[in-house]
């Protein structure tokens, strides 16, 4: 399934007009924190219009946290761990193709667990064995 949302995203990403692949590359101009913030914001959105929900993103010093209440991907089932890998697939797909690579997406909560929201949070990491670094500004 987290293979499946790189791919889906690819797909779409190569499928977008030239105008807006244009506009994807001038985000290299930005602060790596700003360029992440951006372009989750804008999964945010279009999560929202394409899914029906209701998303919501915050961002701290060392992430940025995307809250997908009434997920499609989980609704309905009951696990003890998070079960939304296509989202996971799709937020680091889009952060690898708008920033590159270093980073990671984790579901730190899941409605399929019992949660209120599915709940991600972006990181940078280091080549340390994971280690988690702040985001360049």
């Known amino acids: 399934l987290l293979r499946s949302g ?30 992440v913030a951006t372009v989750v914001s804008e999964f945010n959105k279009a999560f929202d219009e394409v899914m029906g929900t209701h998303g919501s993103f915050i961002q701290d010093e060392g992430s940025i946290v995307v809250k997908i209440p009434e997920c499609p991907y989980c609704r309905g089932i009951i696990t003890e761990k998070p079960a939304c890998y296509v989202e996971i697939g799709l937020l680091l797909q889009l952060v690898e193709t708008a920033v590159g690579s270093g980073f990671t997406v984790q579901e730190t909560k899941c409605m ?21 670094q702040q985001f360049k500004n």
């Open 6 to 35: 790189r791919i889906g995203f690819t797909a779409a990403y190569d499928r977008m007009p030239p105008l807006i692949k244009l506009a994807s590359k001038m985000l290299k101009v930005l602060p790596e924190k700003r360029r």
């Open 112 to 132: 399929a667990k019992g949660d209120p929201v599915c709940q991600f949070e972006v990181r940078k990491v280091s080549g340390n064995q994971g280690d988690q």
